[in-house]
Antibody, heavy 124, light 110 residues
Framework: QVTLKESGPVLVKPTETLTLTCTVSGFSLSNGRMGIAWIRQPPGKALEWLAHIFSNDEKSYRTSLKSRLTVSKDTSKSQVVLTMTNMDAADTGTYFC????????????????WGQGTLVTVSS | QSVLTQPPSASGTPGQRATISCSGSESNIGTQIVNWYQHFPGTAPKLLIYKTTQRPSGVPDRFSGSKSGTSASLAISGLRSEDEATYFCAVWDDGLNGWVFGGGTELTVL
């Protein structure tokens, strides 16, 4: 059974750094061209892709946030970590991680499993 | 303001057919495949349609997807009360070099 679970602080202060962890089970982060993406949803707004990382350590970041984001993985722990620096109230929202399966499974550019998300509030 | 435009709400009575639209541009829907998700509050979104028209194993054939130009649609036939959820589209965008999403459509089964 494939599961993804996001974890991290519920509340961060402005200017602080947010560290979120996506812990996966039911598959290995080293399998094929598997990837994990981070996506967020500000309250009342649409989802927004932030970054993703593949099993070969290839990474990609949203251009507007690239200077603030870092994504990494620890295959032995089945975890993918997202850090976002200099947090602001505008970063408040629910943060999701989602799996990008190998191309042969569902074609390209699709998320086949998501976590349930974790709400992060930025406030002093 | 989302890159992909969806109506905020849709409704239908049990047994009816509901259609949800997703409007984009050449850099996303116009040239890329469309994926649709079903989302119940507080839970993980579920893949409903991939490659614009394909259903993953276990998704009923009541759900179908289509695309024309820079717009895509999700159709749900034979509406059931358990279909009440938020549905959103997701597409790769060549300009952003990342994914873009619709704002989500909350479906009510009256």
């Amino acid at each position: 059974q494939v599961t993804l679970k996001e974890s991290g602080p519920v509340l961060v202060k402005p200017t602080e750094t947010l560290t979120l962890t996506c812990t996966v089970s039911g598959f290995s982060l080293s399998n094929g061209r598997m990837g994990i993406a981070w996506i967020r949803q500000p309250p009342g707004k649409a989802l927004e892709w932030l970054a993703h990382i593949f099993s070969n350590d290839e990474k990609s970041y949203r251009t507007s946030l690239k200077s603030r984001l870092t994504v990494s993985k620890d295959t032995s722990k089945s975890q993918v970590v997202l850090t976002m620096t200099n947090m602001d109230a505008a970063d408040t929202g629910t943060y999701f991680c989602a799996r990008i399966p190998p191309l042969l499974w569902f074609g390209e550019n699709v998320f086949d499993y998501w976590g349930q998300g974790t709400l992060v509030t930025v406030s002093s | 303001q989302s890159v992909l435009t969806q109506p905020p709400s849709a409704s239908g009575t049990p047994g009816q057919r509901a259609t949800i639209s997703c409007s984009g541009s050449e850099s996303n829907i116009g040239t890329q495949i469309v994926n649709w998700y079903q989302h119940f509050p507080g839970t993980a979104p579920k893949l409903l349609i991939y490659k614009t028209t394909q259903r993953p194993s276990g998704v009923p054939d009541r759900f179908s997807g289509s695309k024309s130009g820079t717009s895509a649609s999700l159709a749900i036939s034979g509406l059931r009360s358990e279909d009440e959820a938020t549905y959103f589209c997701a597409v790769w965008d060549d300009g952003l070099n990342g994914w873009v999403f619709g704002g989500g459509t909350e479906l009510t089964v009256l």
